[in-house]
């Protein structure tokens, strides 16, 4: 399911092969907004707080605080906004318009690439049979 989101802990460096979950800083069902941070981790040289990489909701912890997180471990689920059906009709606007407008574009952009590969190829094969005439 694309809506869904995993939180993984990313690598803080070679040695780091794992981290202590230290805290929590968000609940499940908590909106949280891209870079902010949901959870805390310690590691033997560091600690820090882990930011989401997306806009969305909380929907699920996948460790308790002091559990060793491997790196590459999904610790946090996350639902992005605006691709369910169940968010509220505002977002839904939102997503809907920012999707046509991507769509438009899309359609743009190859007709725009059609339009170059005729430009490009007609003249050469012109070119290239007045070339054998002569």
Same mark, same amino acid.
């Not at 979950?21 to 069902?29: H, P």
């Not at 912890?61 to 559990?67: I, L, N, R, S």
């Not at 997503?95 to 769509?103: K, L, V």
């Given at each position: ?33 891209? =870079? /902010? *941070? ?10 820090? &707080?882990?930011?989401? +990489?997306?806009?969305? %909701? ?26 369910? =059906? /169940? *968010? ?10 920012? &999707?046509?407008?991507? +769509?438009?574009?899309? %359609? ?27």
């Amino acid at each position: 399911d694309m809506s869904k989101f995993e939180l993984k802990l990313p690598r803080m460096g070679e040695s780091v092969a794992e981290a202590t979950l230290t805290s929590w800083l968000k609940e499940v069902g908590d909106t949280i907004e891209m =870079d /902010e *941070a949901i959870f805390e981790i310690a590691t033997d040289k560091v600690d820090s &707080e882990v930011p989401s +990489e997306v806009d969305g %909701v909380l929907i699920e912890k996948c460790f308790k605080v002091d559990d060793i997180v491997k790196v590459g471990q999904t610790v946090a689920i996350i639902k992005i906004a605006g691709d369910d =059906d /169940e *968010a509220d009709d505002s977002n839904d606007d939102i997503s809907n318009e920012e &999707e046509s407008a991507d +769509e438009e574009m899309v %359609v743009a952009a190859e007709a725009a690439v059609v339009k170059a590969k005729e430009n490009t190829s007609s003249p050469e094969l012109k070119i290239g049979d007045s070339d054998r005439f002569y």
